[in-house]
């Protein structure tokens, strides 16, 4: 058998190179293939935090064919071209000024004497000076930058890939727009990839787009794909594991194939196996074996502060929250008591108000939370949390009363953190 590092089977992170699925996939590809051929449409591209868009598109395409940027920190249209230019090594013409400049202005009489200067005349005299000295250095572009990103990629094989498009302020988000719908009209090509609340903000940014997008649409991947991750990689790896604890691996997934690849790395590591190991280790499914994967898992990911700030809920006015007594020992209010809930067996994204409504109750000793409380508490909850987060991590549908979670590493997070109990 070769030997192989357990971090190169498994990969989070990374492209998976031997533990890469996308059986599933298919369609998708060839939709992405097919329009890109066209040659005349944006591809955009939807789909949950870490539900494996970008390595998608890797595979689908080949990095080197790809001008791969991020809408992270980008604050005009020429940060995002600049970032292109530095990736495929555009020599960018320059010109440096030094400037200097003094102005004077008087009214009335003036005389210096010595180094002072005075004014004499009418009490309506008044003297304006001013005078300033500045060496500044500037780099401008021989033509503007969508000129130069057409002459560099137009026609090209090249691809822009900009990922997270949208962190781009909405405001540049406009601009980028209109600049990316005349690039491609000049055989520019183009892929948006940004979270599913966001996958219109490149046509709203120039509503001319419309007609001009295709879009890919991805959702968290299955439990029986995320078990093919398993599937593949634990052999390579003398790794025997039982089909039970491949479930539970995908369970704690929560459809995210790159916490899947976490989760499987770090089983080969609380085995002790780096490396392929003769004879096989074996992967068992009972809880401690669970516990210690998912506990070193969960180090990865720190939503603390954030869940901290949930489970105390907005400020109070007037009297106190009331207070309800647990079957784990501690009493809390609504706040903290759906803190806890999402946090329990099975794990799940999405809760409708009848099955939260039914762990709250499970966990109570004594009279649990009305259900106005418990429906606040997601409203409130879901604002505190996308506020701190400066992200929409969660989201509270209070027309069909459903909490969704949005993030699989959030719900890990309260999963196998210590703070839910604390």
């Not at 690039?183 to 903000?201: E, G, L, Q, T, W």
């Amino acid at each position: 058998m070769r030997r192989m590092k357990a971090s190169d089977v498994f990969a989070p992170g990374r492209f998976p190179t031997h533990t890469f699925v996308d059986e599933h996939l298919a369609d998708k590809k060839q939709q992405l293939l097919d329009t890109l051929e066209a040659g005349s449409m944006l591809i955009s591209i939807s789909g949950p935090s870490k539900s494996g868009k970008t390595v998608f598109v890797e595979e689908s395409l080949g990095r080197s064919n790809l001008v791969q940027i991020t809408g992270a920190g980008v604050t005009t249209p020429q940060d995002l071209w600049m970032r292109v230019f530095d990736m495929i090594g555009t020599n960018l013409p320059k010109t440096v000024t030094s400037t200097f400049g003094s102005s004077t202005k008087t009214v009335g009489t003036v005389r210096l004497e010595g180094s002072a200067m005075i004014v004499k005349g009418s009490g309506s005299a008044s003297l304006e000076h001013s005078a300033t000295s500045s060496d500044a250095v500037t780099a401008s572009f021989a033509s503007d930058c969508l000129n130069l990103l057409i002459k560099e990629l137009g026609g090209s094989d090249l691809v822009i890939f900009i990922d997270d498009f949208h962190y781009i302020p909405l405001h540049v988000q406009q601009k980028v727009a209109r600049q990316i719908k005349e690039a491609i009209r000049n055989k520019v090509r183009f892929i948006c990839a940004s979270v599913p609340y966001h996958a219109d903000d490149v046509i709203r940014g120039n509503p001319d787009l419309r007609g001009r997008v295709f879009s890919i649409d991805f959702q968290y991947w299955g439990a029986e794909v995320l078990k093919q991750i398993a599937r593949k990689g634990f052999p390579l790896l003398g790794i025997k594991c039982t089909e039970a604890a491949i479930d539970r691996l995908a369970a704690e997934a929560a459809g995210s194939p790159q916490l899947m690849q976490y989760l499987c790395l770090n089983s080969c590591y609380e085995l002790n196996v780096r490396e392929t190991v003769e004879p096989t280790a074996e992967l068992n499914d009972d809880s401690a074996s669970l516990e210690g994967i998912c506990k070193r898992t969960v180090q990865s990911t720190d939503y603390g502060s954030i869940v901290e700030k949930m489970k105390e809920g907005p400020k109070t006015r007037g009297s106190a929250r009331t207070m309800h007594i647990t079957k784990y020992g501690w009493n809390g209010d609504s706040y903290r008591l759906l803190v806890k809930v999402l946090s329990l067996d099975p794990p799940q994204l999405t809760f409708r108000y009848a099955s939260l409504n039914e762990r709250v109750n499970d966990m109570c000793i004594g009279d649990p939370p009305s259900g106005s409380s418990i429906t606040n508490a997601c409203a409130q909850s879901a604002k505190i949390v996308n506020d701190a987060a400066a992200d929409k991590i969660v989201e509270w549908d209070e027309t069909s009363d459903v909490f969704d979670i949005r993030d699989p590493y959030f719900l890990f997070y309260l999963r196998w953190s210590d703070i839910t109990d604390s």
